[in-house]
């Protein structure tokens, strides 16, 4: 059974750092592309950043690249999120994706909160 564990959210003051990870299994993870999506309450999911699944490329939404960094340990069948910088717009639920063709597998989503 496929399985995507995210942890790592938390509340986090504006301008601090989180680290988020997404644990996989049931999958052959090299063969997946990873992502992180976000949403906030009343609005729609947003993707905020993608990873090859070689890990030789990635992409970002433009609200958080330079602050946000993903990448991936195979080994480790784990995909992460380090979020920098952090604005109190970065509120809202990020849940790891994974991706092959024609086949979608979501994790249960961490909270994130950022507020003074």
Do not use: H
Not at 48 to 69: E, H, L, P, Q
Request: contains cysteine; glycine residues 10%; hydrophobic residues 30%.
């Amino acid at each position: 059974q496929v399985q995507l564990v995210e942890s790592g959210g938390g509340l986090v003051q504006p301008g601090g750092s989180l680290r988020l990870s997404c644990a996989a299994s049931g999958l052959t993870f090299s063969s997946y592309a990873m992502s992180w999506y976000r949403q906030a309450p009343g609005k729609a999911r947003e993707l905020v950043a993608r990873i090859t699944n070689t890990g030789g490329s990635t992409s970002y939404a433009d609200s958080v690249k330079g602050r946000f960094t993903i990448s991936r340990d195979n080994a480790k069948n784990t995909v992460y999120l380090q979020m920098n910088s952090l604005k109190p717009e970065d509120t809202a639920v990020y849940y790891c994706n994974a991706a092959r063709q024609f086949r979608d597998y979501w994790g249960q989503g961490t909270q994130v909160t950022v507020s003074s």
